[in-house]
């Protein structure tokens, strides 16, 4: 009989040590940031957009972003109020579990304010995203993000992939 208990005990240990496994495995799950570009600038232009494409297998929230291009970087939406496109900083982007939230002109993105000086098409920025799980613990992606022309559009969006899971190095890259 005692080792019967000792069998079914290690068997309950077994699956608690698994349940634990499984749900640290997913709270620890990282977005994904695809097709992430920046908007080039012009000499004296302040400000500029990020645009991407953000998915996470857990349920996560955007709530910070930082870049040493910038001295501020907002997470922004554009929505109509009545007739009028209006823009404002919001305090963080729900990611649902699942599925993939666009950050593109016209919608939600990212504002890169006081930039430190003008962006060009083919330098490459490090942008780091901060997410906040709902037990609140936090995670951080490193992104290597490509500057475009000022003209670009999210259509062209679709070449060049940066983004993922942690740093991507890349060629050109400014500090």
Known sequence: MPLFRTARCAAWLGAALLATHLASAQTGATPAVRDAWIRGTVPQQTATGLFAQIS????????????????AVEIHEMRMDGNTMRMRAIEGLDIPAGRSVDLKPGGY????????????????????????????????????????????TAAGAGHGTHGGHGAHGGHGSKP
């Open 109 to 152: 993105h990212l504002m890169l304010v006081n930039l430190k000086q003008p962006l060009k098409a083919g330098e490459e920025w490090p942008v780091t995203l901060v997410f906040e799980a709902a037990d609140r613990s936090r995670q951080t992606v490193e992104l290597k993000v490509p500057v475009r022309a000022l003209n670009a």
């Open 56 to 71: 996470s297998p857990v349920a996560t929230r955007l709530v910070e972003a930082r870049s040493s291009a910038a001295g």
